[in-house]
């Protein structure tokens, strides 16, 4: 059972006040009291993966926003773009700084649909007269990862098995709708915006014997509600010996085993 670990990347605000407090170089504030700033982009931690490769998010394309009270001083500035730079700012005990590594949109759209991670973090801070501060934003992964396993068992008994997850929030039956199956399941992976109610998610397994394939559609224990900031493994296997077993899914959230669903169909593996 592989861990997940958290995706962190941290953003820091290098606040270097010469004078008393901040302005923006580009739309300057007035105020009597200036001062510079620089940005800093520290990656602290590496992130692996259900599919055992590294997420490799880049800051520099990290998107950087700054604003004082309603009023942008700048929006989605390519961090390597501003790396090192100076910025004269205003003295305020309002300004908020923010990043992401892609937009919602994207974080689904990526990969011909199978999106991809977002990583994402927001810090309000006060500049006060004659203060040197540093400012960090901590980038936390904001959207969740679907990634299946199919059991030992599987692979060598069955030529061909599949699990098709969508999203069961829906009346369209295409709508964020992926099919994890022997050619693709050992290196696909599916990202899912969720919100704080969470995500439910469906699921349909087919195996060769199954003649009206298990899509649990209409029981509650078949919808599964994915939480955000998490890394969901599903694993298929089946139990039992002879001529009829059971097939589980079991549901491992950043590497602990969370449920175990027992299929009520049993499978006779060698019709």
């Known amino acids: 059972m592989t861990m997940h670990k958290q995706i962190l990347y941290i953003l820091s605000l290098m606040g270097l006040l010469s004078f ?15 001062g510079e700033i620089r940005f800093s982009v520290v990656d602290t931690t590496e992130v692996e993966i259900t599919t055992k490769a590294s997420l490799n998010l880049d800051v520099n394309e990290f998107k950087v926003s700054l604003s004082r009270g309603d009023e942008p001083i700048f929006t989605n500035k390519r961090y ?30 990526a990969n011909q649909g199978w999106g991809q991670a977002r990583a994402t ?23 969740s ?50 919100g704080e109610s969470g995500r439910k998610l469906a699921f349909e397994i087919k195996l060769p014997s199954f003649d009206n394939p298990y899509t649990g559609s209409d029981t509650e224990k078949t919808i599964i509600t994915i939480e955000p900031s998490k890394n969901y493994k599903f694993s298929v296997k089946v139990e039992g010996e002879g001529t009829s077993t059971n097939v589980t899914l079991g549901i491992t959230v950043d590497g602990t085993l969370l449920d175990e669903i027992s299929l009520t169909e049993k499978i006779n593996p060698y019709s």
């Open 20 to 34: 008393a407090a901040c302005s923006n170089e580009e739309n300057p504030l007035l105020s009597e009291e200036t």
């Open 80 to 109: 390597g773009d501003i790396e090192g730079s100076t910025m004269n700012c205003s003295a305020s005990p309002d300004y908020l700084l923010t990043a992401e590594s892609c937009t919602e949109a994207e974080a689904e759209s």
């Open 121 to 143: 973090g927001k810090e309000t801070f006060a500049v006060a007269a004659n203060e040197s501060k540093t400012v960090t934003v901590n980038c936390g992964l904001a959207n």
């Open 145 to 194: 990862s679907v990634s299946v396993d199919f059991s030992d068992y599987i692979t060598s008994m069955f030529s061909e098995y599949s699990i098709k997850i969508y999203d069961a929030t829906t009346d369209d039956p295409t709508s964020r709708t992926f099919t994890f199956n022997e050619t693709n399941y050992q290196f696909k992976t599916a990202y899912f915006n969720v």
